[in-house]
């Protein structure tokens, strides 16, 4: 479904959409209300949202389809970019800018079409674990905290290395350590890890410490301050006295 109130708007994502295999129907709405009883007769799979809408805002119109037991999948499409945190918190998957190229289109439109039941139970805010929105190329992406393998401070920005690639994140080391507390791990000055991706620790001939994440190719390095306090969540962590 494609909901916005330009007539222009819904055009152009429609011929859009007829170019994609992958759509078996689509339909559209003016408005929130008349997304919301077109989605009651008729569910579909995915939506298209605009945010800024008179009367009920795409935000507001996604609030209520969250709460149903089985909503559709969110990409959100608009030309501010200013409500990608809000977007999120309502569970969209993607975060799309006006005017949306079709190459970006595609790619949402793959994504969606490969969502497993655990990625749509994630939507509905159903037993998923913690997710996090990172930046992309074409927006933000929201992603599982279990997709991610470790967080990285580079200069001014903070990267973070997840199955997906890597992605920007827009907040620092200590306001992740803040939002997961019980997830998140740090292990070096610059570095943040996810526990579930605590695998072995280890100890060169040189005296440097590293750690082994499930998953990821290479160690990371760990400070000694850090890995006082990661010593005791290893069985096997060899007794290294100083």
Request: charged share 25%; with cysteine.
């Amino acid at each position: 479904m494609i909901v916005d109130d330009e007539p222009l708007a819904r055009e152009r994502l429609l011929r859009l959409l007829q170019a994609e295999d992958s759509v078996t129907q689509c339909v559209t709405a003016a408005n929130g209300e008349e997304a919301l009883r077109k989605q009651l007769d008729d569910p579909v799979d995915l939506v298209l949202l605009d945010i800024r809408m008179p009367g009920l805002s795409g935000l507001e119109l996604a609030a209520e389809w969250v709460q149903q037991a089985h909503p559709p999948a969110i990409v959100f499409c608009t030309a501010y970019d200013d409500y990608a945190l809000e977007a999120f918190q309502v569970q969209a998957v993607s975060y799309l800018m006006k005017p949306v190229k079709s190459a970006d289109l595609h790619q949402v439109l793959g994504q969606a079409s490969r969502l497993n039941r655990a990625q749509l139970s994630a939507m509905s805010g159903a037993d998923a674990g913690p997710v996090i929105a990172l930046q992309t190329g074409r927006g933000k992406e929201r992603i599982p905290l279990n997709d991610v393998f470790c967080f990285r401070a580079d200069q001014k920005y903070v990267v973070a290395l997840c199955r997906q690639g890597e992605r920007l994140c827009d907040l620092s080391l200590k306001q992740l350590e803040e939002r997961f507390p019980e997830q998140l791990i740090r292990v070096h000055r610059t570095t943040l890890v996810p526990k579930s991706r605590l695998e072995k620790l280890t100890r060169d001939a040189q005296g440097s410490i590293w750690l082994s994440l499930r998953g990821m190719t290479g160690p990371v390095a760990v400070s000694r301050r850090f890995a006082r306090e990661l010593r005791p969540l290893f069985q096997d962590s060899p007794d290294w006295s100083e």
